[in-house]
C-alpha cells in the first residue's frame, strides 16, 4: 500500500501544501508511516455527519444517472433527426460513435484536473459544458452542428462517471465502499434503462428536440447543486498525484545542494513516471536548509502539472489493474451491445414502438440496480469476514472473492437470453432474462470496481477515469460490431460467444484474486 512518510515535528493538517518550518530541525530517527489515506487533514470528508455525506451521494449519483441516460435518450429519435437534419445512416451514426468515445476517453483529463484543483471545480466545469452542449443540441440545424455538440456534450458528462467514484472514496471507509459503491452504482444504470423510455415519449408527445431540453433542464439542476450544496471532499494530503506536482516544483526552484543535504534521495526530479513511482513508495518532506527555499504556500501549479498521462501510465504498469481493466471493459462492453440489439430485436421481431421498447429495457434496469445495490453489501460483508479471519488485516484482492457467486449464473443467463430472443418466445421471458442479466453482470461490476480504487490509494480518481477509458473504448467497438454480428449469427450464436467472452473476463478476475496481492508487492519491491 501506498504510504507517505511525514515528520513528527510537522503537521500535515493544512489543505493547500505540505508544511516546512525552516525553525525546526526534525530528526530522521523519528517517523510515523502513515496510510496516504488517512493523513490527518482539516475537515476530514470521513469525520462529517450522515446527512452531509448522503448529501454528497445523492447528487453526484443524480449526475451519473442523467450522464449515462444522455448516452442513448436519442435513439428512439433517429429517424426523427435524420428526416427533419436531411442526414445519413452514417452521419446519425457518428453522433452516438462520438459521444460514446469522447465519454470514454475525456475523464482521463478530469481525473488530473480533479487532483490538483479539487473535485467541485471540475463538476462546476463540465456540468457547464453539458448544459451549454445540450442547449445548443436542442437548437441545432445541422447535423454537423449535432455531431460537434454530442462530442462536447460528452466531454462535460463524462466528468460525473470519471471522479464520481473518487468523492465517494474520499468520504467513505474501506469497509463502507462496497455498499456506497453499490448504491452510488445503481444511479447510472438507471440511466441506460430509462433513456430510450424517456426520448421515445418525448419524441412521440413533442419532437426529437425535447429530449434536448429534458437534458437541458437536468444540467442546469445539476449546476446548481454543485455550486449551492456540494461540499468539496478533496483533500491534496492525500493525492499522489498532488504531491508529486508539488515536489517537482519544489525540486525545480530550490537551490542546489550539497548531497547530504538532499530532501529525496533522487537526483531526477524531470521526469514525472518516474518521480511518481518514488512518490508513490514513500514521499518524505523536506528538510530545512540554512539556504531559504520557496514557502509551497508560494508555489502555482501549471497546465503542466495536470498532464493525465503519468498517472494513466502509473494504473497501467500494474498487471492487477490491467486485468480488471479488461475484465470492465468487456463487461460495459456487452451491456452495450445488449441494450443496442435488445432495441432492434424488439422493434424488428416483435413490432414494438419506442416507447414500448423502453418500457422492456428497464427490466434491465431493475436488474442492474438490484444487482449493484445488493452485490455491494455482500461485497462488504465478504471482506468483514475474511478481515476478522485473517486477524484484522485486510487486502485489496478480499473485495473480489465477492464476485463469485455472480460468476456462476452470468454465462448461462447471457445464453439463455440470445436463444429466447433467436426463438421470439413470449416477451415477458425475456423481460425475466434481461433482469438476471443485468443483477449477475452488474453485481460482479461493482465489486471490480470498488476493488480499483481499494487498490490504487491516492490514485483513485486515475483508476476509475483509466477504466472509464477502457469501458468506452470497448463499448466503441462492441457498438460497431453489433449489427453486423447479429445480422450474421442471431441473436442465440451472438450472445453464446458473449456468454464466452464473459467466461474469459471472469478468468481474469479469478487470476487477480489469486495473484493481485504477490504482483502489487512486486510492484512496490522493484520501486525501490
Partial sequence: MATLTILKATSVSEPKSLPHNPDVKPSLDTKDTIDIEHVPVDDDPRQWNRTRKTITLCIVSLATMVSALASNIQNPSNFLIET?????????????????????????????????????????LSSALFVVGSAILALSKTIEVMIGMRALQAAGSSAFLAISAATLADIYETHERGTMMGIFYAAPLLGPALGPMIGGFLSQGFNWRA????????????????????????RCERSLTYCSALQRRLASTEPVRRPSQSTIARSEFNKDQTHDQD??????????????????????????????????????SRKNNVLILTAN??????????????????????????????????????????????????????????????????????????????MLWLPPSVIGYGWVCDKHLNVAIICVMLVLVGFTSIWMYASTLAYLVDANPGRSAAAVATNSSFRGSLAF????????????????????????????????????????????????????
Fill in 211 to 234: 429530449s434536448f431540453y429534458f437534458l437541458l433542464i437536468c444540467g442546469v439542476i445539476i449546476f446548481l447543486s454543485f455550486l449551492i450544496l456540494f461540499k468539496d471532499t478533496y
Fill in 329 to 406: 471493459g468487456l463487461v460495459f462492453g456487452f451491456n452495450y451491445c445488449l441494450s443496442y440489439t435488445c432495441e432492434r430485436t424488439l422493434a424488428n421481431a416483435y413490432g414494438y414502438n419506442a416507447l414500448s421498447v423502453g418500457l422492456v429495457l428497464l427490466c434491465l434496469g431493475i436488474g442492474s440496480v438490484a444487482g449493484s445495490i445488493i452485490g455491494g453489501r455482500w461485497s462488504d460483508r465478504v471482506v468483514g469476514k475474511m478481515k476478522k479471519a485473517n486477524g484484522a488485516q485486510w487486502y485489496a484482492e478480499m473485495r473480489l472473492e465477492s464476485s463469485k457467486l455472480a
Fill in 84 to 124: 427533419d437534419l436531411h442526414a445519413t445512416n452514417s452521419q446519425i451514426s457518428w453522433t452516438l460513435a462520438a459521444f460514446i468515445l469522447i465519454q470514454g476517453n475525456f475523464p482521463l483529463i478530469w481525473s488530473a484536473m480533479a487532483e490538483i484543483t479539487g473535485r467541485k471545480v471540475v463538476y462546476l
Fill in 279 to 316: 512518490l508513490e513508495k514513500q514521499l518524505q518532506l523536506p528538510a530545512p536548509s540554512a539556504t531559504p527555499t520557496p514557502e509551497p504556500d508560494n508555489i502555482r501549479l501549471s497546465i503542466k502539472d495536470i498532464n493525465p498521462f503519468p498517472p494513466y501510465f502509473q494504473i497501467l
Fill in 477 to 528: 467497438v462492441s457498438a460497431i460490431i453489433a449489427v453486423p454480428l447479429q445480422n450474421a449469427w442471431g441473436d442465440g450464436i451472438l450472445f453464446t460467444a458473449w456468454a464466452c467472452v464473459l467466461a474469459a473476463a471472469e478468468l481474469l478476475i479469478i487470476i487477480v484474486v489469486h495473484k493481485g496481492e504477490s504482483w502489487r508487492k512486486e510492484h512496490e519491491e522493484n520501486k525501490c
